[in-house]
């Protein structure tokens, strides 16, 4: 008898579904079904994947409502941010559909001049079957940044959902086959950790994860037992810098949904604030105004955590930081109830306390003044995560931005670069490699494959054991008047 499990509404306690406990023979007979698609779905060509991906675009429009109440109810976050997320996830599965061919179709390269005489082709072939193991943050956005792209680049997908947002999995797979009813290119499996694993021990041919960096660490270990390569997003503790020419209104509202929105949940969302001293008074007294005007509950700004251990760790992080000198201007211990979490500005924290370096994945942010965007840049920087940031401000903002170690940067907006479909999205140092999103995404999810053909005879005969000293001396000739100027 095959075991369950119930996702849980994490506003309310009460049981939104019941799933199955996948194991290894499960996870391997549906990674035997995808693979079985291989040979239709990279059939059927470009063209032909788009037109599926655009009918079950369509599907998933038509039936928005459905998947925003799923995510509402496994998530606990407001249906307006749920439909917001599924908005964005739709624009990604567009281009993604709309532009693989360009990014990945075969395209003529230059031989270059030694080799004129041949012709060069190359183009990005599917790897085969694709594993995604999703987060329960975004449970439609996040994992569909990897579906949408693995499967418009020609890979049938296995879809491991969290085990606390499984419904959200069931229901893309479940919409996909309004579309295609038999063909298995993107199935579902459901269950905790040892489901996950069993993902990692398949016949897949790349997996994509999003989630914590210890859990990250256990997936590559596991799937370099079979030299399987990963994609991981791992986090970040992503800075917000406001320069003193900045638009003080701006940036505090972004720095507050960036920390607040989705209950602090975002693996990109606003955790340290860095701000020029000539504006800082005027940044945190409008930053306090904000956040003491929202509120984390079932009818508030945001939802609950949906993980109930990650309301220690927002504990943990608040006591660490007053403990060590700062001070809650919002918020502070008493914010954290038993599932929702208020929201919490912390100033004067030392830069080594845990609420600095850690990442919190809570309602939480704190605010730091320096005496300028040099220090600003030095103090956003060190640390071991690069994920996202944000800058605000006008004369330096693109220089900030630029200088920031990270793998994406927003100007004077917050998180921006999530919701364009032509920009790779995925971080450096411990929130991970590789990337999803944009040409890079759909590369990803592919190997070159790269012919040439001989057009002509060459004009020097270099690769025969009949080549004669003359043919050297023409050669070095050659290459000194080539590369030698």
Not at 226 to 235: N, Q, S, T
Not at 399 to 413: H, K, V
Request: hydrophobic share 40%; proline share 5%; aromatic share 8%.
């Amino acid at each position: 008898m095959t075991e369950k499990f119930d996702s849980l509404n994490p506003a309310t306690g009460e049981v939104v579904g019941t799933h199955p406990v996948d194991d290894a023979a499960a996870v391997d007979a549906t990674v035997a079904r995808a693979r079985a698609m291989v040979e239709w779905w990279t059939s059927i060509g470009f063209d032909g994947r788009k037109d599926v991906l655009d009918r079950w675009r369509r599907v998933i429009t038509h039936r928005l409502d459905e998947l925003v109440e799923v995510v509402h109810l496994e998530t606990g976050k407001p249906r307006p941010d749920a439909l917001l997320e599924a908005t964005l996830a739709l624009d990604h599965l567009q281009w993604a559909a709309a532009n693989a061919k360009k990014v990945l179709g075969r395209r003529r390269m230059s031989p270059g001049l030694l080799m004129a005489n041949q012709a060069a082709q190359l183009e990005y072939r599917p790897l085969g079957v694709v594993g995604v193991i999703g987060p329960w943050n975004y449970p439609v956005f996040t994992p569909m940044g990897s579906i949408s792209y693995a499967l418009a680049a020609g890979n049938p997908v296995v879809f491991k959902p969290s085990e606390h947002t499984p419904g959200v999995g069931v229901w893309l797979a479940d919409s996909l086959g309004d579309v295609l009813h038999d063909q298995s290119i993107f199935s579902v499996v459901t269950g905790f950790g040892e489901t996950g694993a069993a993902l990692c021990r398949a016949d897949i041919d790349k997996l994509a994860f999003t989630g914590s960096g210890p859990t990250g660490k256990r997936i590559m270990a596991a799937c370099a037992e079979k030299l399987i390569p990963v994609i991981i997003e791992a986090g970040g503790k992503d800075p917000l810098l406001v320069d003193e020419d900045a638009d003080i209104a701006a940036a505090a509202d972004a720095a507050a949904w960036g920390a607040f929105s989705n209950a602090g949940q975002t693996c990109t969302g606003v955790e340290r604030v860095y701000v020029h001293e000539r504006v800082y008074d005027e940044f945190l007294g409008e930053l306090t105004r904000i956040a003491s005007g929202a509120r984390g509950a079932a009818d508030g700004n945001y939802g609950p955590m949906t993980m109930p251990k990650q309301l220690d760790v927002v504990r943990r992080h608040i006591d660490d930081a007053l403990a060590r000198g700062g001070r809650a201007v919002v918020g502070g211990p008493d914010a954290v109830g038993e599932r929702f979490v208020q929201p919490t500005v912390l100033v004067d924290v030392p830069e080594d306390s845990t609420a600095v370096t850690e990442e919190t994945f809570g309602p939480t942010v704190t605010v730091r003044k320096v005496r300028d965007m040099d220090e600003a840049v030095e103090l956003a920087n060190a640390t071991t995560y690069g994920l996202g940031g944000t800058v605000f401000g006008r004369k330096r903002a693109e220089e900030l931005a630029w200088r920031l170690r990270s793998g994406m940067t927003a100007i004077n907006a917050v998180i921006a670069f999530a919701g364009v479909p032509s920009l790779p999205f995925g971080g450096i140092g411990e929130s991970g490699f590789g990337r999803i999103h944009g040409a890079d995404g759909l590369r990803e999810f592919t190997y070159a494959k790269s012919v040439t053909r001989q057009r002509m005879k060459p004009a020097l005969a270099l690769t025969t054991l009949a080549r004669d000293a003359k043919t050297d001396e023409r050669l070095g000739k050659l290459v000194k008047f080539i590369y030698g100027r």
